[in-house]
């Protein structure tokens, strides 16, 4: 065996400086996520085995100098916050309420913005770009702005009535806003785009020439889709509904505006401790519980999804 | 337009006379020195470096040209911020670093926001305006606030219903408009249902005036007696269209309310809006004769804020006669002001709904603060009823 050469000794160094670069790379989401998620996180942990007491802020410490020197710590670990969340059973209701309006918003937002996204990849490229425009274009106004001006539209005066009563179409003002109809449409309405653009993403890359064979084997269109575009464009079904599905499970603003004053969701429960009753160990213990309940199985469901996709 | 009274003008005069002094003793700051006599002759700059105060009102709370007039007179950029509920002025001031120089919360949520050490002391000699207010609200404020070291009154507020005229006498012609039973009593409710209900979105306060129909103490702190205020508010909840506390305003104008509890000024506010769109809508406000709560909004300033003396020149400004005369003339609440009495519009000082008549006053009652464990329980029964669970 000879010395390396001077050329393979710069490819190593080349290699592992490359390495490091990626390293650097990876990095930069890892660190996004210690400072913006984990960090948080471990800050409402902490809070959720806190008490509360009149302060500023209002919880107690969870650990306490109660004298001068150093061995005279305390700790003030309060786990009843969780206890207390499985002894009342209005949040496990305002928890799956919860998920029901979001699973059937993401359903109808599905069913809507799959034709929208089929429509939008199939059509010309000069024409692409300009429809997605139009799909981001509301979010250059504000979302809160954007839900208000539900409010003029669905209430009892507001232009759909007036138009309706205008129409003939009905004799007395329907009553739409603060029903649970008026819920579904604000979320449908604001997590369409969200929908849409995963969709379209993977819509736009597929292969049509599957779709060319299967139609030269003598494949109905129906079956065609069924059998070939949808499950082509799985990727972009389970990416779209995540996208709806998981912020519309929190909705606060939405339900809070558009909604009756009976649905309790449980984004309008962590509202409640935290405001009403000032409770922010509670809130914490909700909101971690949340995160435990809905998250977890979410990134497990997508480890075994991506799993799946790799062995095929 | 500022108007100068006799009582600003000396002061100006005085201002010039010390300009020259003033300037010699901070030549490299440009600040806008005037001058505050009180007690004598007690002189200081009264405005901060940055002239700027970020304010943080009741929605619907003052005159539109207030802000206007203070910002020109002393050349201060004012940020001015709205809430419509005390919960969330609480939060803000318990988390801290609020950013806000002066904050208005009703009394009873400021009791506990001073034993929570949120507030500043208040700097009495550069508040001279102090002199123009009623020493019985000053006294109640005390209350909650002993010595008054932190809050100053701002205006006072009284629960009652707000109702359509007409609506009414057509849905449940035969319903007590005297009385809180035109809510709570579900016999007139259920007819009442189809033309609106609202009520306001504070358990708190509607706890009182249950307790107060039911005949008990309205500050009753007592699980038993919330016991039978929740059971009263079930028997109404299906017949309530809306629980909220600032759209009923909006919806009784357009006549998309029947009845609404709701606060005096709120109410009235509607009354002259649809007075204003001649929609025909006739609203009047009534304190029920089983008595209601009244609740006295301060001024305090959060420990924290950078402003301090902007802020303090700001309420003493609000204490001017004329001006605080203006905000009750334009939103139809009583301040605590009696320097103020002579400029107010003889329609809002003869309403009884602004300043109630001796009679209804004696059986107004101040909301006393809630301790936290009965809080929880409150707030839980107010849950269940909102669900209507």
Redesign the interface.
């Known amino acids: 065996m000879s010395e390396p050469s001077s050329a393979q000794l710069t490819t190593s160094r080349r290699l592992r400086s490359g390495a490091r670069g990626r390293m650097a790379v990876v990095a930069v989401p890892y660190l996004w996520l210690l400072l913006f998620f984990l960090i948080p996180f471990l800050i409402v942990l902490k809070i959720s085995f806190s008490t509360?007491q009149?302060?500023?802020?209002?919880y107690q410490p969870l650990v306490q100098w109660t004298g001068e020197q150093l061995n005279q710590l305390r700790l003030n670990i309060n786990p009843g916050n969780f206890l207390y969340l499985w002894q009342?059973g209005?949040y496990a209701?305002a928890f799956l309420n919860s998920i029901k309006v979001a699973a059937i918003a993401t359903f109808i937002t599905l069913l809507i913005g799959y034709p929208m996204a089929y429509a939008i990849a199939r059509s010309s490229i000069k024409w692409r770009g300009v429809l997605m425009m139009m799909v981001i274009l509301p979010f250059w106004t504000s979302f809160l702005l954007r839900v208000y001006a539900w409010i003029g539209i669905l209430?009892?005066?507001g232009l759909l009535n007036n138009l309706l009563l205008w129409l003939g179409v009905i004799d007395e003002p329907l009553v739409i806003l603060?029903t649970n109809f008026a819920v579904y449409l604000g979320i449908v309405y604001s997590y369409l785009p969200f929908m849409i653009m995963p969709l379209y993403a993977t819509l736009e890359k597929m292969d049509l020439t599957l779709l060319e064979a299967a139609n030269d084997l003598g494949c109905r269109p129906l079956r065609t889709f069924l059998t070939i575009t949808v499950p082509l464009s799985m990727p972009g079904i389970v990416a779209g509904c995540m996208l709806v599905f998981i912020p519309a499970v929190g909705e606060f603003v939405i339900p809070s505006l558009l909604g009756p004053?009976?649905?309790?969701m449980i984004g309008k429960?962590l509202w409640?401790e935290?405001?009403?009753?000032?409770?922010w160990p509670v809130a914490s213990a909700v909101a971690i519980a949340l995160l435990l309940l809905l998250v977890i199985p979410i990134v497990l469901f997508q480890r075994a999804q991506a799993r799946a996709a790799e062995s095929e | 337009m500022t108007v100068l009274s006799s009582q600003t003008f000396p002061k100006i005069t005085l201002i010039w006379l010390m300009l020259p002094l003033a300037l010699v003793a901070c030549s490299k700051k440009e600040q806008a020195v005037t001058a505050s006599v009180s007690n004598g002759a007690a002189v200081s700059a009264l405005t901060d470096d940055e002239k700027v105060l970020n304010v943080y009102n009741w929605s619907d709370y003052i005159a539109e040209d207030t802000v206007k007039n203070f910002e020109a007179k002393y050349g201060i950029k004012v940020n001015y911020d709205v809430f419509d509920s005390n919960e969330l002025v609480e939060t803000k001031m318990l988390s801290g670093s609020s950013g806000y120089d002066i904050v208005v919360p009703s009394s009873q949520f400021m009791e506990r926001q001073v034993k929570a050490g949120v507030f500043a002391k208040l700097d009495k000699l550069l508040l001279p305006n102090l002199s123009n207010l009623d020493p019985t609200t000053v006294k109640q404020v005390a209350m909650y606030d002993p010595n008054n070291e932190h809050a100053v009154p701002y205006m006072w507020s009284t629960d009652g219903i707000g109702y359509n005229v007409d609506k009414v006498k057509q849905f449940a012609p035969d319903a007590p408009l005297d009385s809180w039973a035109l809510i709570f009593d579900p016999k007139y409710a259920a007819k009442l249902k189809d033309c609106g209900i609202s009520i306001l979105d504070t358990a708190s306060d509607i706890r009182s005036i249950v307790l107060l129909y039911l005949g008990k103490d309205p500050n009753s702190q007592s699980p038993e007696d919330l016991k039978l205020v929740e059971a009263q508010l079930m028997k109404i909840r299906p017949f309530v269209r809306k629980i909220n506390s600032s759209q009923y305003i909006e919806d009784l104008a357009n006549g998309d309310l029947c009845v609404a509890i709701g606060y005096n000024g709120d109410v009235l506010q509607a009354r002259d809006r649809a007075f204003e769109a001649k929609n025909g809508i006739n609203i009047a406000y009534v304190i029920p004769k089983e008595g209601s709560i009244v609740t006295i909004d301060t001024m305090v300033i959060p420990a924290d804020a950078k402003h301090q003396k902007n802020a303090h020149l700001f309420m003493n400004y609000l204490m001017e006669p004329e001006v605080a005369a203006a905000n009750s003339n334009k939103v139809n609440y009583a301040n605590g002001n009696i320097a103020s009495e002579k400029f107010l519009n003889e329609s809002v000082k003869n309403d009884p709904a602004v300043y109630p008549t001796a009679e209804i006053k004696a059986k107004l009652t101040p909301e006393l603060s809630i301790a936290d464990e009965y809080n929880r329980l409150l707030t839980r029964t107010w849950t269940r009823f909102q669900t209507g669970k």
């Open positions: 509360t009149l302060s500023m802020p209002p009342d209005l209701q209430k009892n005066n603060q004053p009976d649905s309790l429960v409640t935290f405001f009403n009753n000032r409770d």
